[in-house]
């Protein structure tokens, strides 16, 4: 086992930077997600990591061994790709097992007549590739061939062809996405059972956010080749770092309202025009930064989930955290009702009580969690809430 550490790694094909200076540490046994729009940079990464990418610049380490210069087939990784290719006339078992047969020719195992060997080496591969295939439910499918698989069967024979191999390291790029909706969630699942099963040191690429949320032990969000931020999934969400990551992580996005950041005896206020609202005595007080915005345009941030239906508030309704809105449309989910509102100049979503009162065409009130709420530098993008702020004062 080992972790995979990525030291200043840049890669550059003549003028695109895809990937531009990036540090991050994949720990032992973890399962770490790379999560960002298309272009990038995650399977650049990805195959700097395989050795299928030359490194421009930097370091990369699996264990504490350097391996810009190790080939990939001495770098104990397994990689699935999308478009795994199973070899179409071979069987299930032969699929999963051809790796292992170049891997272990005869030679390797000592002293032993050559047939007595070749039946050993045979014993070992049946062996590992049954095991595997019990646990990926293929058992029942070995002597089949894969045009007679369902998607989903086919990649669990591609997955089933790289475990056998026992990285130390497994590598996925957007394994999952030639499936159908329903198969995805039901193989995203199985994939993280397996992970648990196996504490492969695994990394795992995806542009989709709540895949990235739901499989990531952490996640590392990506942007035009940078690293963003990267946390465990309820930190990505609670506590953005930027712009960027609060609004790509969250469906739907994060509302993101341009204000005036007011500041008096009485506490910190957002006035957004069409309406104010009062900051938490607490989050005001044990920011850092705040005070340097006061006065200041600012990008306030409020999620749909934190926007209740004024009659279906977990948060009580005070003057300091209500405002009124035009229900432009709204959307029943079955559990959720998502409101399409504007407000003012500003257009913004909720997703409220499904027993909520709002009727397009018609104002609503809506209570905002401030606690929940974000503050963005109009500039730099950057959270002005940073980590020492407390936001939640009981
Ligand atoms: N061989 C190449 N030659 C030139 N440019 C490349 C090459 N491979 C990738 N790029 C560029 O590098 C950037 C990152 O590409 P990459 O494939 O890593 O993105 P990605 O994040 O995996 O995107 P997607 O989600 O669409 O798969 C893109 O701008 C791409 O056009
Ligand atoms: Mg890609």
Do not use: W
Not at 53 to 70: C, F, H
Not at 207 to 215: G, I, K
Not at 331 to 355: I, R, W
């Amino acid at each position: 086992m080992a972790g995979v550490t990525l030291r200043n790694v840049t890669k550059r094909f003549k003028n695109v930077v895809a990937v531009n200076n990036v540090n991050l540490e994949i720990r032992d046994k973890e399962f770490l997600v790379l999560v960002g729009p298309s272009g990038c940079g995650k399977t650049t990464a990805l195959r700097m990591v395989a050795g299928l990418e030359e490194i421009t610049e930097g370091e990369i380490l699996i264990g504490d061994r350097v391996v810009n210069d190790v080939s990939p087939k001495d770098r104990d990784i397994a990689m699935v790709f999308q478009n795994y290719a199973l070899y179409p006339h071979m069987s299930v078992f032969d699929n999963m097992a051809f790796g292992l047969r170049l891997r272990m020719l005869p030679g390797t195992i000592g002293r032993l007549t050559r047939r007595a060997e070749t039946r050993a080496i045979n014993d070992q591969i049946r062996k590992r590739v049954e095991t595997v295939a019990e646990m990926l439910g293929l058992t029942q499918l070995l002597d089949r061939k894969p045009k007679q698989l369902s998607g989903g069967q086919r990649q669990r024979v591609a997955l089933g062809r790289a475990i056998v191999r026992e990285p130390k390291v497994f590598l996925m790029d957007e394994p999952l996405s030639n499936l159908d909706a329903k198969l995805r969630v039901q193989t995203r699942a199985e994939l993280i059972k397996l992970h648990r099963q196996l504490g492969i040191t695994s990394i795992y690429v995806t542009h989709d956010q709540v895949e990235a949320m739901t499989m990531g032990e952490r996640i590392a969000v990506m942007r035009d080749g940078v690293v963003q931020q990267v946390d465990t999934p309820l930190k990505l969400f609670n506590e953005p770092a930027n712009l960027f990551v609060a609004g790509f992580i969250g469906s739907p996005a994060m509302n993101f309202v341009p204000s005036l950041l007011e500041g008096d005896a009485g506490g910190g206020y957002v006035n957004a025009g069409s309406f104010r609202v009062r900051l938490p005595d607490c989050m005001v007080k044990s920011s850092s930064k705040i005070d340097a915005y006061i006065g200041k345009e600012v990008i306030f941030g409020v999620r749909p989930q934190h926007i209740y239906d004024k009659y279906k508030s977990l948060v009580p309704a005070t003057a300091d955290n209500m405002i009124r809105c035009n229900v432009d449309v709204s959307e029943p989910m079955g559990s959720v009702v998502t409101l399409y509102l504007t407000s003012g100049q500003h257009f913004m979503v909720a997703e409220v009580d499904a027993e909520t009162r709002a009727v397009d065409g018609a104002p609503v009130d809506l209570v905002l969690d401030m606690r929940k709420t974000h503050l963005f530098d109009k500039e730099t993008e950057r959270a002005i809430f940073d980590e020492g702020t407390v936001r939640d004062a009981d």
